[in-house]
């Protein structure tokens, strides 16, 4: 299994619809999790992180399962500007110094 | 406030060519990466440093070293480039193990 998988997407959207990403990872002792999200060509930026009771940030909201050890991001009334690939992102606590490991990434397509 | 620096943002190598990619940082983080991302492979990482004077390995290290001598900067090589290298590069900081990352804006290099 591999240590994050994501929804293979692309995901094409009308503007104003609501679309889901799911992600699992594998290591029962993460601890940190994150949402980027990276542009064609550009670096990946950081969307938001992922807290146990669930966050908002205004269209945004991430939600965290550690029972099933899944990560959601739920974004409502896309934008165009929405359109990008949206990463996953879990940190690794045992190895690596704690680094993270990425999700391939889901892309997002929201159509006019 | 420039955040992570890269340069340069492009290069094309000739197979057995040596480089140093340079990445800086100005925001007194004390962790840096630098990592390779392809189509389809997502982010992997390469070397990374938890403080000035120390580096380690990530999970693909072979033909890349590093160097971290100051704080600021954290300098990538390859020491006899090799057509496999062709990828682009991003350097990533971040204060303390629990925190997002920032990015730099990544280094696009060929090898031929």
């Known amino acids: 299994r591999k240590e994050v998988e994501q929804d293979p997407g692309p995901f094409n959207v009308p503007e104003g619809a609501t679309v889901a990403f799911n992600c699992t990872y594998s290591?029962?002792?993460?601890?940190?999790f994150f949402w980027y999200r990276q542009d064609c060509r550009k670096e990946p930026k950081l969307l938001m992180s992922?807290?146990?009771s669930g966050n908002e940030d205004g269209r945004f909201t991430a939600q965290l399962n550690r029972a099933s050890q899944y990560i959601s991001l739920l974004i409502r009334d896309s934008k165009l500007s929405d359109s990008a690939t949206y990463l996953c992102?879990?940190?690794?606590?045992?190895?690596?110094?704690?680094?993270?490991?990425f999700g391939p990434g889901t892309r997002l397509s929201v159509l006019p | 406030n420039a955040g992570v620096t890269q340069t340069p943002k492009f290069r094309v190598l000739k197979t057995g060519q040596s480089m140093t990619l340079l990445c800086a940082q100005d925001?007194?983080?004390?962790?840096m990466y630098w990592y390779r991302q392809d189509p389809g492979m997502g982010l992997r990482l390469i070397h990374y440093?938890?403080?000035?004077?120390?580096?380690a390995k990530g999970e693909v290290p072979d033909g890349y070293n590093v160097s971290r001598l100051k704080k600021q900067n954290f300098l990538l090589g390859l020491e006899s480039a090799a057509p496999s290298q062709t990828s682009v590069y991003f350097c990533?900081?971040?204060?303390?193990?629990?925190?997002?990352?920032?990015f730099g804006s990544g280094t696009r290099l060929t090898v031929v």
């Open positions: 992922v807290y146990s």
């Open positions: 290591n029962s002792a993460s601890q940190s």
């Open positions: 925001m007194n983080h004390e962790y």
């Open positions: 992102v879990v940190n690794r606590p045992l190895n690596y110094g704690q680094n993270f490991v």
């Open positions: 990533a900081s971040r204060p303390g193990h629990l925190y997002g990352y920032t």
């Open positions: 440093s938890v403080g000035e004077g120390t580096t």
